[in-house]
Antibody
Framework: QVQLQESGPGLVKPSQTLSLTCTVSGGSISSDNYYWSWIRQPAGKGLEWIGR???????NYNPSLKSRVTISVDTSKNQFSLKLSSVTAADTAVYYC?????????WGKGTTVTVSS | SYVLTQPPSVSVAPGQTARITCGGNNIGSKNVHWYQQKPGQAPVLVVY???DRPSGIPERFSGSNSGNTATLTISWVEAGDEADYYC??????????FGTGTKVTVL
């Protein structure tokens, strides 16, 4: 049973870079034809797709965030990562990682990131 | 960009049927997926590809999709079904799009 776990700082200062890692357990990140994705949810609001990566390194990003987002993968560690630059208070949210086909069938529990000085 | 619109809330009595709609331009030509999210928890996939259920999801959850509206139907509603529900599609120009979300309240 594949499981995902997000990790990273819970507090980031404005204008700095948010960095999160998702660790995949119970299976190889390289197996099957899955993408690996990041999704976020501000408190009391809906879900927003951030981007996805394939184990080849191929990426797609939400156009509204594309200029600030980088997603990378480390197959040797069974991990993929998110970097979001120049953060503001509007980036405060719960960040989820997920396994993706055309839908997200496995989700991490989520990690709260607050942008504040 | 592609937009999916859901009613903000739906209320239903226990044992009754809840229907949650998801509106989008010609959504019937796309595959629609549905997620259930309880407070403080990650979303859970309850229906994929319009009407298929992942293993472990009760048959009470069903989906349909035609024209400009997709529908998630929850039959024999239970108190434990109280949650937020989101529809989602993959669109070639917008990638992954989520609906606005519907809060289901069990009376």
């Amino acid at each position: 049973q594949v499981q995902l776990q997000e990790s990273g700082p819970g507090l980031v200062k404005p204008s700095q870079t948010l960095s999160l890692t998702c660790t995949v357990s119970g299976g190889s990140i390289s197996s099957d034809n899955y993408y690996w994705s990041w999704i976020r949810q501000p408190a009391g609001k809906g879900l927003e797709w951030i981007g996805r990566i394939y184990t080849s390194g191929s990426t797609n990003y939400n156009p509204s965030l594309k200029s600030r987002v980088t997603i990378s993968v480390d197959t040797s560690k069974n991990q993929f990562s998110l970097k979001l630059s120049s953060v503001t208070a509007a980036d405060t949210a719960v960040y989820y990682c997920a396994r993706v086909y055309y839908y997200m069938d496995v989700w991490g529990k989520g990690t709260t990131v607050t942008v504040s000085s | 960009s592609y937009v999916l619109t859901q009613p903000p809330s739906v209320s239903v009595a226990p044992g009754q049927t809840a229907r949650i709609t998801c509106g989008g331009n010609n959504i019937g030509s796309k595959n629609v997926h549905w997620y259930q999210q309880k407070p403080g928890q990650a979303p859970v996939l309850v229906v994929y590809d319009d009407s298929d259920r992942p293993s472990g999801i009760p048959e009470r959850f069903s989906g349909s999709n035609s024209g400009n509206t997709a529908t998630l139907t929850i039959s024999w509603v239970e108190a434990g079904d109280e949650a937020d529900y989101y529809c989602q599609v993959w669109d070639s120009s917008s990638d992954y799009v989520f609906g606005t979300g519907t809060k289901v309240t069990v009376l």
